[in-house]
């Protein structure tokens, strides 16, 4: 199969979903659909407070666990003959997606799971997955 996409965004938490895209990237890639993945963790730093004396360390925590995080994922697709790129980052989920799309420029894809809200949370928070297909004008694999 020939390359149709160049660089794809695989953005992973601990999810089921997570897992499932993360499986779909690995067969598209070594299909040779996908020529390069980056997976990207995203880690919640809202609620570490700058000011308190221990800061430091709870953000230490979290970049340490996102990377554990990252190389379970690269495990699982090496396993099956892809070598992705790592890379995280701290913050709001759907925001730092954006901001790696718009300031890196090369990406054509994104591949994502889709989280089960129900339709109170669904309709208060939006899922992550929705506002990043929306804002975004690459194409977007959205996998449940």
Do not use: C, W
């Not at 020939?2 to 779909?24: C, T």
Request: charged fraction near 30%.
């Amino acid at each position: 199969m020939e390359v149709i996409f160049n660089k794809a965004l695989v953005p992973l938490d601990n999810s089921e979903q997570s897992l499932r895209a993360a499986h779909k990237a690995a067969e598209l890639a070594s299909a040779g659909v996908i020529k390069d993945l980056v997976l990207l963790n995203v880690y919640d730093s809202s609620k570490v407070d700058i000011t308190k004396l221990h800061s430091q360390d709870k953000l230490d925590e979290l970049r340490a666990d996102s990377l554990e995080l990252l190389q379970t994922y690269e495990s699982i697709l090496i396993e099956k003959g892809v070598h992705p790129r790592l890379k995280r980052a701290g913050g709001e989920p759907s925001s730092l997606i954006l901001d790696v799309i718009d300031n890196d420029g090369t990406y054509d894809l994104i591949i994502m799971g889709s989280r089960k809200l129900n339709k109170f949370k669904e309709l208060a928070l939006g899922s992550v997955s929705d506002r990043v297909g929306r804002l975004v004008d690459i194409p977007v694999l959205i996998v449940k």
